[in-house]
């Protein structure tokens, strides 16, 4: 909204050019939605409690402890997130960029399937909410619709291409399969986010430090200087996607804020599956899918701890984990809460590092 009213003044306002720079405006929507968060913050909060008297019913086969310290903590907290998250973008991006619409309304669809799952949920009083292969129906219908529509958006080779880490020149053209692999990336970074998201603090620093990480990535590809310097493929207009990671950033922090522990409120369904969603289409609209396996890798690990464990037991009867996801089999193997959320957070900066030396390294 600002770069259309006031970037183009700046012909007769120079000042006011700052308004066309994505870096300026990333900051912009970084301060904004912190601020919103804040602002709305303990307003939110209050009306979940009063709708949630027993709060997020928490699963009887998981963590003993949590039953006893997570009792009544209200959930939902995803809405405080889109409440920063989505103002922000408005007001600072390009609204004229069909990326920053597609990866918008991907996360407010995810946000509405966790939002369904988590009402269900407190409504009942049960940890079980809308059917998984429900959930993963309308999951995939988004996801596919959001491929849909980047292809159109893409321009030629890279419409249907796959591009591959640490080589420069190699496009793998996988033409209509690249419709169901773009939705699998969107739906499973959704998921392992949602996995991820089991202890206070956990998911949402790791998916901040993935939205910086790609909030420099599509800054790069989305440049075409950068983009020839690294030799990294160009992909026009996605630069303005920093705008929506930047804001993903800001949104995460004021949640922080609350979710810190012990948590005010946790961040359910509604925010998992639209964080990770959000992440998973960013990149496969820069087509840097295969590095958000590396820079998202804690999320990775995750499930393939759950996938691990439901395989071992249902043909062995035994379990690799003492508990999955992995995070809970820390917390059986008596490690204390912020010092698994911590060192996950350190393997995430790890992660995001590994990831970005990848624009180099080709």
């Known amino acids: 909204m600002l770069y259309d009213l006031l970037g183009g003044m700046g012909v007769d306002y120079p000042a006011l050019n700052v308004f066309r720079y994505i870096t300026f405006r990333t900051g912009g929507a970084t301060l904004t939605a912190l601020l919103i968060s804040f602002m709305f913050g303990p307003r939110i909060i209050a009306m979940l409690k009063s709708r949630q008297r027993r709060g997020q019913p928490i699963r009887e086969d998981g963590p003993q402890t949590h039953i006893v310290q997570k009792q009544g903590t209200p959930t939902m907290g995803g809405f405080l997130i889109l409440v920063g998250l989505v103002p922000a973008v408005l007001l600072w991006a390009d609204l004229s960029n069909k990326y920053v619409w597609i990866v918008l309304l991907v996360t407010l669809g995810f946000g509405a399937v966790g939002f369904a799952d988590d009402y269900l949920k407190v409504s009942k009083i049960s940890p079980k909410g809308v059917p998984g292969r429900?959930?993963?129906?309308?999951?995939?219908?988004?996801?596919?619709?959001?491929?849909?529509?980047?292809?159109?958006?893409?321009?030629?080779p890279l419409q249907t291409a796959l591009t591959v880490p640490f080589f420069k020149g190699v496009l793998l053209q996988l033409g209509g399969f690249f419709f169901l692999f773009g939705a699998l990336v969107i739906v499973g970074s959704s998921n392992a986010v949602n996995l991820t998201d089991g202890l206070d603090g956990l998911a949402i620093v790791p998916v901040m430090i993935a939205a910086a990480a790609f909030g420099l990535i599509v800054y790069l590809v989305g440049n075409a200087v950068f983009a020839d310097y690294l030799q990294v493929h160009f992909v026009p207009g996605t630069g303005e996607l920093a705008i929506v990671c930047g804001a993903l950033i800001g949104a995460?922090?004021?949640?922080?804020?609350?979710?810190?522990?012990?948590?005010?409120?946790?961040?359910?369904?509604?925010?998992?599956?639209?964080?990770?969603?959000?992440?998973?289409?960013?990149?496969?609209?820069?087509?840097?899918?295969?590095?958000?396996?590396?820079?998202?890798?804690?999320?990775?690990?995750?499930?393939?701890?759950?996938?691990?464990?439901?395989?071992?037991?249902?043909?062995?009867?035994?379990?690799?984990?003492?508990?999955?996801?992995?995070?809970?089999?820390?917390?059986?193997?008596?490690?204390?809460?912020?010092?698994?959320?911590?060192?996950?957070?350190?393997?995430?900066?790890?992660?995001?590092?590994?990831?970005?030396?990848?624009?180099?390294?080709?």
């Open 134 to 156: 429900v959930k993963l129906f309308f999951e995939f219908v988004i996801a596919i619709a959001a491929m849909w529509a980047l292809v159109l958006v893409a321009n030629e």
């Open 252 to 362: 995460g922090l004021g949640f922080l804020w609350y979710n810190a522990p012990p948590a005010m409120v946790f961040m359910g369904d509604t925010g998992s599956l639209a964080l990770g969603a959000a992440l998973g289409t960013i990149a496969v609209a820069a087509k840097h899918e295969l590095v958000l396996a590396i820079i998202g890798g804690l999320f990775v690990l995750e499930a393939v701890s759950v996938i691990v464990q439901v395989i071992s037991f249902k043909t062995t009867g035994k379990r690799v984990f003492r508990m999955a996801p992995l995070h809970h089999h820390f917390e059986q193997k008596g490690w204390a809460e912020p010092t698994i959320v911590v060192r996950f957070w350190i393997i995430s900066v790890v992660l995001a590092m590994a990831g970005l030396a990848t624009l180099k390294l080709r």
